[in-house]
């Protein structure tokens, strides 16, 4: 049995790790700012050991690392800025180094080792950068777009009218995964860290165009949904790093081997588009 240390326990990617590797017979710590919050306690009642810590209390790292014999590493930009992203990474990669751990998984971004130009793609590649020269055994496990953003956001917002605003062209495919896919391979890898260490893994499990995106939330919808595409200007009105992202969407696009990772990883669940999309509660989501 492994204990493994998961940031980011009570996000998307952590939380799907988490219960992937509490189901194989696992020990899960789970790493937290908020070990009071509802989802702390769902991890708990789950029976994962929940610890605070903080990327920016290195003593909290420390603590929280000591005695792990794994880590599974994820940092994110949003809400605070792409330096604190790498300055934060850069301290739990530090953090693992010095509790010696045998393998640290770190989750990424698809194409973000390409100099995509992407803000927050570019600080996911200073931390990948700085764990390939800590020393530890490393992989880095690099998901395409998420799945389950479309169940939430601008995107609940459309399909409240009908319609599936998406700022990419009808029929450029994207490559997708859900949280789900991301949590059941991490806990794959850190179950076999000798057949993964020193591998960088682009990860999805469907690709589709806004038009089928579309066309498949409608028939989960049960009813009809169309895609329309705002301009990158309103994009870049909110943000420049999505903005720029989906322009890198567009062109050149975001390819995976789907297939490839199927073939050869078929003890992994995989979910098409279709699948995700049938498993969600529609009705609660859209308030209906």
Not at 13 to 42: D, F, I, Y
Not at 194 to 207: E, N
Not at 223 to 241: F, N
Request: proline fraction near 6%; aromatic fraction near 6%.
């Amino acid at each position: 049995m492994l204990t493994v240390a998961v940031t980011g326990a009570t996000g998307a990617q952590g939380g799907a790790t988490a219960r992937a590797l509490l189901g194989a017979g696992h020990h899960v710590r789970a790493l937290t700012r908020h070990p009071g919050s509802p989802a702390a306690e769902a991890l708990r009642r789950l029976g994962a050991e929940v610890r605070r810590a903080d990327f920016d209390d290195p003593a909290s790292l420390v603590a929280a690392l000591a005695g792990a014999d794994a880590l599974f590493a994820v940092t994110t930009p949003f809400g605070t800025g792409t330096g604190t992203e790498v300055r934060q990474g850069t301290a739990l990669v530090d953090a693992a180094a010095g509790a010696r751990l045998g393998h640290v998984v770190l989750t990424s971004a698809a194409h973000a080792d390409r100099g995509t130009g992407v803000p927050h793609f570019e600080s996911k590649r200073a931390v990948e950068q700085h764990l390939r020269a800590s020393g530890l055994p490393w992989t880095v496990i690099a998901p395409a777009a998420f799945m389950d953003n479309y169940a939430g956001g601008w995107t609940l917002d459309g399909l409240r009218t009908g319609v599936f605003a998406w700022p990419m062209p009808a029929d450029r495919p994207l490559a997708l995964i859900p949280a789900a896919d991301i949590g059941a391979f991490a806990a794959l890898v850190l179950q076999r860290p000798d057949d993964f260490a020193g591998r960088r893994i682009d990860l999805a499990s469907d690709t589709c165009t806004p038009a089928q995106i579309a066309a498949t939330l409608g028939t989960a919808l049960g009813r009809p949904v169309a895609h329309a595409q705002p301009p990158l200007s309103q994009v870049r009105a909110h943000s420049a790093d999505l903005a720029a992202m989906f322009a890198y969407f567009t062109d050149p696009g975001l390819d995976v081997d789907v297939t490839g990772l199927r073939d050869a990883h078929p003890e992994i669940a995989w979910h098409t588009f279709a699948d995700w999309a049938g498993e969600q509660d529609w009705t609660a989501l859209l308030g209906r």
